[in-house]
């Protein structure tokens, strides 16, 4: 009861505390900034967006502002697979970019607008001014338009977005430049002025737009890139400290671009193969480390033979090529395996533990995971692993038992939705490790092959007695 009390009091006092610090928030977000020079580039050339943002901003008040807000449509919000951003030429280093951390900011503007707060580093004080650089990421932002495509059809598509850069600040000067794969473009919504030039399309520039300013535009064109979408990664990784990396990739993959319509003629395919089928794609190359040996490509059938292997000193290239060329909405579902050197990736560090250092994200080029699970299995005998990743992970340990091991390997699950190949980064699992373990296996073997031996001999020494007693 006495502590109901006490919960119901603090709750009296927190609520109005939490509404002024939100409002406080607020009055941050519509801060006398202002936005004097804005350049948004769109490249729309694979089905992977990246949009790079150039932000001059100008603190008219009275106060430093420690933080730029970053405003966001809610539906792409959905499609942010990466958002990042740097300040240049703080710190007193002209021309040098310094990344900053970007979070998510509460609570939402007009309309569901989202929020996004880049801290600024070095609060910038009135009448200053600094320059952001933004890179953002959007996946499965590309809707086939036509939906459905006959084998010999191109794949055109739909792209929406706003001429006008949404914002909570004023903008007094901006423009967009958006690139297209080619130069075949079916339309796109003229906001004047407006005006095309081979694969680039430049909307502005405009002046003086007032905040939250939207002007909705749609680009129809033509993009025959790959729409690789492995809807499910599995990555498995096994360290074992008797001298490999084994690693294991489940892929299910598929065509994301627009349906095949109709059925698919492999003699127009392989008779034209220039024309028919530019949607689809056959072949995919997959990145992976330098020194990679034992690598094998198999689906549910078996092996795949048609898959080429380069080894190099820095990068080795696996090019992946199902059993059909993929068309839209089909499927192929697989496993790449391989094995790596350990001392390429397991390090000791400075307080003695041990650590993976290990490259997140999917092998394959242009691709988006719609989700990626890594499970790392750690030598048995490890404890208390921590993950170091750059970016905001799910993750949780599980137990797995293979041949010898007595207690079971600690394993280590990472899972990530959206991933996109700007998240292929390194990341580590620290973990500590009694060198005594590494004994548990031969232990194991040299117990088995005494017991068998012990009881080799006792078999044959009984054998012997009976013969003994049968003869005498
Ligand atoms: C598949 O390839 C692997 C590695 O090259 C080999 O060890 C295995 O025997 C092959 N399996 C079949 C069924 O051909
Ligand atoms: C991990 O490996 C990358 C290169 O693959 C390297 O740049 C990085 O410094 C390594 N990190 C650690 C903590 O060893």
Known sequence: MATNLRNANAAS???PLILLFTLMLYAVADHDLRITNAERRIDLTSHIIKVFLTLKVENRGSSPASEAV???????VDHLALLKAAVEGVKKKKN????????????????GTKYFS??????????AAVTLEILYILTQSLE????EISQSESQLVHYRDSAIILSPYHIEQQATLIRTPSTRVESFTNVEPTHRAGQELTYGPYTDQAPYSFSPIIVHFENNNPFAVVEELVREIEISHWGSVQVRDHYSLVNAGARLKGVFSRVEYQSRPSVSGVASFKRLLARLPPRVHSVYYRDNIGNISSSHLRVGLRKSELEIEPRYPLFGGWRATFVVGYNLPLEDFLFESSDG???LNFTFGCPIEETVVDKLTIKVALPEGSKDPTVVVPFAVEQHLETTYSYLDIIGRTVVVL???NVVPEHNSAFQIYYKFNPVFMLAEPLMLVSVFLLF???????LHGDFSIQKLKSS
Do not use: M, W
């Not at 880049?118 to 009448?127: A, D, G, H, V």
């Not at 086939?144 to 939906?147: G, L």
């Not at 031996?453 to 078999?459: D, G, M």
């Open 13 to 15: 006092i927190a609520i």
């Open 70 to 76: 970053l405003a966001f449509p809610p539906n792409q």
């Open 96 to 111: 040098k970019h310094t990344t900053v951390d970007v979070n998510p900011k509460l609570p939402d503007g007009p309309s």
């Open 118 to 127: 880049i801290n600024l580093l070095e609060p910038l004080k009135p009448n």
């Open 144 to 147: 086939p338009f036509p939906s």
């Open 353 to 355: 533990r041990r650590y």
């Open 415 to 417: 899972e990530k939705s």
């Open 453 to 459: 031996f012990l009881a080799c001999i006792a078999y």
